[in-house]
């Protein structure tokens, strides 16, 4: 049985985690081994997208690709303003990446834009768009056991295009992790060019502007000092930037504040608009 990872915009609600582990037990052929965990995404395609292209490599790099399944669900209807009948969202597509990893969820916004050069195959399943607001509980359990217990030939699948899945371009708010650091989709090969390291590069996100300083890594510069720099995400080759600054939080002798990349812009949310 494949391992399975659920990235989705509802993951931090431990009833909605129970309600789907309950759910998709309930279809698997032998459930005893169940191994199945829960990556939190904010209500944006463009941060779920992130998340899934970062547990991706990952488990590339690291783990078992061909071992894992991976359901994705961040479906906030951006494709209409106005009313649906029976909830209906987007329609559930299947990916086979290169590696291995199998990766199933309904095609919304840039939900899959992160991992479209790593898609292999790409299937369309019908059923799964409507008929429930709680889809990851009501429709998709039997298709995800299914796939995890490797009965993907009785499945009754529609080839398509990977055209379907749009292309990503632009410069977003990625993720913001514990500590405060701004993770963002602007690649190092971005900047090259164009900046020298110790240069001061302006930031805007969220309209608040700011200088901070491109160094080579996250302690490149002085405590509590804005700094851009090469993060730990992306592809090893041109990775994406972050934007932060480091703190010794409670360790501090100073007393100084703890302050970090979320300090600097107050309120900042993954898919924000970044400008430079």
């Known amino acids: 049985m494949k391992r399975l990872i ?27 081994n169940l191994q199945m965990s829960f990556v939190h995404s904010y209500p944006s395609t463009i941060h779920t997208s992130f998340l899934l292209n970062q547990v991706v490599q990952t488990e ?23 009313g649906v009948a029976k909830a209906e969202g987007a329609k559930g597509v299947i990916l086979k990446l290169a590696s291995g990893v199998t990766v199933i969820g309904p095609n919304a916004g840039f939900c899959f834009s992160f991992v479209k050069s790593k898609i292999e195959t ?28 490797y009965l993907d030939n009785e499945m009754d699948l529609s080839e398509a295009d990977r055209a379907v899945v749009p292309e990503y371009r632009g410069m977003h708010v990625a993720h913001v992790d514990n500590y405060g650091n701004i993770k963002t989709t602007i690649r190092h090969s971005d900047l090259k060019g164009k900046y020298e390291y110790g240069d001061v590069v302006e930031v805007v996100i969220g309209g608040k502007k700011e200088k901070a300083t491109y160094v080579d890594n996250l302690f490149g510069g002085g405590v509590g000092n804005l700094v851009i720099y090469p993060g730990s995400s992306g592809e090893p080759d041109d990775v994406y930037l972050e934007i932060s600054a480091w703190s010794h939080f409670a360790d501090s002798k100073s007393g100084m504040k ?15 608009p970044i400008a430079l």
């Open 60 to 82: 590339e790099r690291y783990g078992v690709p061909r071992e894992l399944l991976i359901f994705v669900n961040t479906d906030p209807r951006i494709a209409g303003e106005v």
């Open 122 to 149: 790409l299937y369309t399943y019908d059923g799964l768009e409507k008929g429930s607001q709680f889809r990851s509980r009501d429709l998709y359990p039997p298709v995800i056991a299914y796939l995890m217990d």
């Open 6 to 32: 659920v990235v989705g915009d509802y993951c931090h609600d431990t009833l909605v985690c129970q309600e789907l582990r309950s759910a998709v037990t309930g279809f698997l052929k032998d459930p005893t």
């Open 258 to 272: 703890p302050k970090t990349g979320k300090d600097f812009f107050p309120g900042v949310t993954p898919g924000e």
